[in-house]
Protein backbone atom coordinates (compact mmCIF):
# COMPACT_ATOMS: atom_id res chain seq x y z
CA UNK A 1 0.00 0.00 0.00
CA UNK A 2 1.25 3.68 -1.07
CA UNK A 3 -0.42 6.66 0.84
CA UNK A 4 0.89 9.90 -1.24
CA UNK A 5 0.79 13.03 0.30
CA UNK A 6 0.86 16.46 -1.57
CA UNK A 7 2.04 19.76 -0.17
CA UNK A 8 2.18 23.33 -1.81
CA UNK A 9 -0.51 24.46 -3.20
CA UNK A 10 -1.91 28.02 -2.31
CA UNK A 11 -3.05 31.11 -3.38
CA UNK A 12 -1.02 33.15 -6.42
CA UNK A 13 -2.27 35.71 -8.68
CA UNK A 14 -2.46 34.89 -12.22
CA UNK A 15 0.88 34.63 -13.80
CA UNK A 16 2.34 33.69 -10.75
CA UNK A 17 4.50 30.11 -9.97
CA UNK A 18 3.82 27.51 -7.32
CA UNK A 19 5.57 24.09 -7.03
CA UNK A 20 3.87 20.91 -5.75
CA UNK A 21 5.39 18.53 -4.09
CA UNK A 22 4.06 14.49 -3.58
CA UNK A 23 5.89 12.11 -1.24
CA UNK A 24 4.86 8.53 0.12
CA UNK A 25 4.51 6.55 3.27
CA UNK A 26 4.89 3.53 3.35
CA UNK A 27 7.07 2.80 -0.21
CA UNK A 28 9.64 4.36 -2.29
CA UNK A 29 8.00 5.84 -5.39
CA UNK A 30 10.84 4.76 -7.58
CA UNK A 31 8.57 1.92 -8.08
CA UNK A 32 5.90 3.44 -9.99
CA UNK A 33 5.69 5.54 -13.10
CA UNK A 34 3.39 8.99 -11.37
CA UNK A 35 0.71 11.45 -12.68
CA UNK A 36 -0.40 14.92 -11.59
CA UNK A 37 -4.38 15.58 -12.15
CA UNK A 38 -6.28 17.97 -10.96
CA UNK A 39 -10.21 18.85 -10.69
CA UNK A 40 -12.14 21.66 -10.66
CA UNK A 41 -15.88 22.67 -8.66
CA UNK A 42 -18.23 20.54 -10.54
CA UNK A 43 -15.82 19.01 -13.56
CA UNK A 44 -14.49 15.43 -13.37
CA UNK A 45 -10.29 14.67 -12.88
CA UNK A 46 -8.48 16.35 -15.76
CA UNK A 47 -4.93 14.78 -16.80
CA UNK A 48 -2.49 16.98 -15.71
CA UNK A 49 1.48 15.37 -16.27
CA UNK A 50 2.81 12.18 -16.17
CA UNK A 51 6.58 10.85 -15.76
CA UNK A 52 8.07 7.25 -16.26
CA UNK A 53 9.29 5.57 -13.19
CA UNK A 54 12.75 6.79 -14.06
CA UNK A 55 12.13 9.76 -15.19
CA UNK A 56 13.59 9.59 -18.59
CA UNK A 57 9.81 10.32 -20.07
CA UNK A 58 7.17 13.25 -19.14
CA UNK A 59 3.96 13.92 -20.49
CA UNK A 60 1.62 17.12 -20.25
CA UNK A 61 -2.08 17.85 -21.20
CA UNK A 62 -2.86 20.46 -23.73
CA UNK A 63 -4.00 22.78 -21.08
CA UNK A 64 -0.57 23.00 -19.35
CA UNK A 65 2.27 22.27 -22.06
CA UNK A 66 5.13 25.03 -22.34
CA UNK A 67 3.98 26.27 -18.36
CA UNK A 68 3.90 23.15 -16.51
CA UNK A 69 6.79 20.92 -15.85
CA UNK A 70 6.58 17.88 -13.73
CA UNK A 71 10.16 16.12 -12.63
CA UNK A 72 10.76 13.55 -9.54
CA UNK A 73 13.55 12.75 -7.62
CA UNK A 74 13.80 9.07 -6.57
CA UNK A 75 16.43 9.58 -4.52
CA UNK A 76 14.69 12.37 -2.65
CA UNK A 77 11.28 9.68 -3.01
CA UNK A 78 9.43 13.02 -3.90
CA UNK A 79 7.67 14.17 -6.94
CA UNK A 80 7.48 17.53 -8.17
CA UNK A 81 5.07 19.62 -10.21
CA UNK A 82 6.50 23.22 -11.46
CA UNK A 83 3.73 25.22 -12.13
CA UNK A 84 4.47 29.05 -14.13
CA UNK A 85 2.15 31.45 -15.79
CA UNK A 86 -0.78 30.14 -14.12
CA UNK A 87 -4.34 31.29 -15.21
CA UNK A 88 -7.69 31.50 -13.30
CA UNK A 89 -8.42 28.46 -15.11
CA UNK A 90 -5.95 26.21 -13.41
CA UNK A 91 -7.87 26.85 -10.23
CA UNK A 92 -8.85 22.68 -9.26
CA UNK A 93 -7.37 20.15 -6.32
CA UNK A 94 -4.21 18.61 -7.72
CA UNK A 95 -4.20 14.89 -6.62
CA UNK A 96 -1.10 12.77 -7.75
CA UNK A 97 -1.48 9.52 -8.25
CA UNK A 98 0.97 6.44 -8.76
CA UNK A 99 0.89 3.39 -11.28
CA UNK A 100 2.75 -0.05 -11.63
CA UNK A 101 0.38 -0.82 -14.86
CA UNK A 102 1.79 0.22 -18.27
CA UNK A 103 -1.68 1.67 -19.09
CA UNK A 104 -3.28 4.86 -20.79
CA UNK A 105 -1.51 7.39 -18.77
CA UNK A 106 -4.03 9.97 -18.96
CA UNK A 107 -6.68 8.05 -17.80
CA UNK A 108 -7.36 7.89 -14.00
CA UNK A 109 -8.32 4.48 -14.08
CA UNK A 110 -4.73 3.40 -15.09
CA UNK A 111 -3.50 4.77 -11.57
CA UNK A 112 -3.60 2.55 -8.12
CA UNK A 113 -2.85 4.79 -5.55
CA UNK A 114 -3.80 8.52 -4.92
CA UNK A 115 -3.07 11.56 -2.54
CA UNK A 116 -6.02 13.51 -1.12
CA UNK A 117 -5.29 16.35 -2.88
CA UNK A 118 -4.23 19.98 -2.58
CA UNK A 119 -5.98 23.13 -3.56
CA UNK A 120 -4.59 25.70 -6.18
CA UNK A 121 -6.42 28.93 -6.25
CA UNK A 122 -5.09 31.14 -9.39
CA UNK A 123 -6.97 34.99 -8.83
CA UNK A 124 -7.19 37.53 -11.52
Known amino acids: QVQLVESGGGLVQAGGSLRLSCAPS????????MGWFRQAPGKGREFVAA????????YYGDSVKGRFTINRDNAKNTLFLQMNSLRPEDTAVYFC?????????????????WGQGTQVTVSS
Open 26 to 33: GRTISSYA
Open 97 to 113: AARSRNVDITNPSGYEY
Open 51 to 58: ISRLGLSS
